[in-house]
T-cell receptor
Framework: DADVTQTPRNRITKTGKRIMLECSQT?????MYWYRQDPGLGLRLIYY???????NKGEISDGYSVSRQAQAKFSLSLESAIPNQTALYFC????????????FGSGTRLTVV | DAKTTQPPSMDCAEGRAANLPCNHS???????VYWYRQIHSQGPQYIIH???NNETNEMASLIITEDRKSSTLILPHATLRDTAVYYC???????????FGKGTTLSVSS
């Protein structure tokens, strides 16, 4: 099994629909992150969580919300999807401290029509 | 947060060393330099990180200048599978997350 699992892998949804992207990790790490990537661009941070009771906004949090259900689970929701939220979404996890690298999931490709 | 500057693209011949530069002139004394790469649309992959000393692992070497204002990632024998976008990131203060820039697109050709 992958260290970081994202579901679904691909999703097409209609404008205005609510959608949830899920992420689970088996690394035992406290920290989890959601990033979005648009074609030809780098990753942009949406939200991050350093423990179950901690939620922080990233660079582009508008239109998104998150839920940290457990140490291993971190979900991203689009309350009312719009076409410019069409992107590749990545979840990641890391240990604490500056010396830890991130482990990323395989991504969820979301298309809003 | 310290910012990084990387060339947008580089080419390398297969079997040769790929040297990817990164400038981070505003880096603070307790900030690490991280390198990640992203192959096509896969999740980014951690390569290496360092604080002051040069580092080497099975994937690459990281050379950090003495003044810490720049670094170079070295892939000693590039292969076609090393074609990817390489991101140099300075880890911000504890309590924040990694911020990715646009990186360098490395193209390895035979």
């Amino acid at each position: 099994d992958a260290d970081v699992t994202q579901t679904p892998r691909n999703r097409i949804t209609k404008t205005g629909k609510r959608i949830m992207l899920e992420c689970s990790q088996t690394k035992g790490h406290d920290r989890m992150y959601w990033y979005r990537q648009d074609p030809g661009l780098g990753l942009r941070l949406i939200y991050y969580s350093f423990d179950v009771k901690d939620i922080n906004k990233g660079e582009i949090s508008d239109g998104y919300s998150v839920s940290r259900q457990a140490q291993a689970k971190f979900s991203l929701s689009l309350e009312s999807a719009i076409p410019n939220q069409t992107a590749l979404y990545f979840c990641a996890t890391s240990g604490g401290g500056a010396g830890y690298g991130y482990t990323f999931g395989s991504g969820t490709r979301l298309t809003v029509v | 947060d310290a910012k990084t500057t990387q060339p947008p693209s580089m080419d390398c011949a297969e079997g040769r060393a790929a040297n990817l530069p990164c400038n981070h002139s505003t880096i603070s004394g307790n900030e690490y330099v991280y390198w990640y790469r992203q192959i096509h649309s896969q999740g980014p992959q951690y390569i290496i990180h360092g604080l002051k000393n040069n580092e080497t692992n099975e994937m690459a070497s990281l050379i950090i200048t003495e003044d810490r204002k720049s670094s170079t990632l070295i892939l000693p024998h590039a292969t076609l599978r090393d074609t990817a976008v390489y991101y140099c990131i300075v880890r911000p203060q504890a309590g924040t997350a990694l911020i990715f820039g646009k990186g360098t697109t490395l193209s390895v050709s035979s």
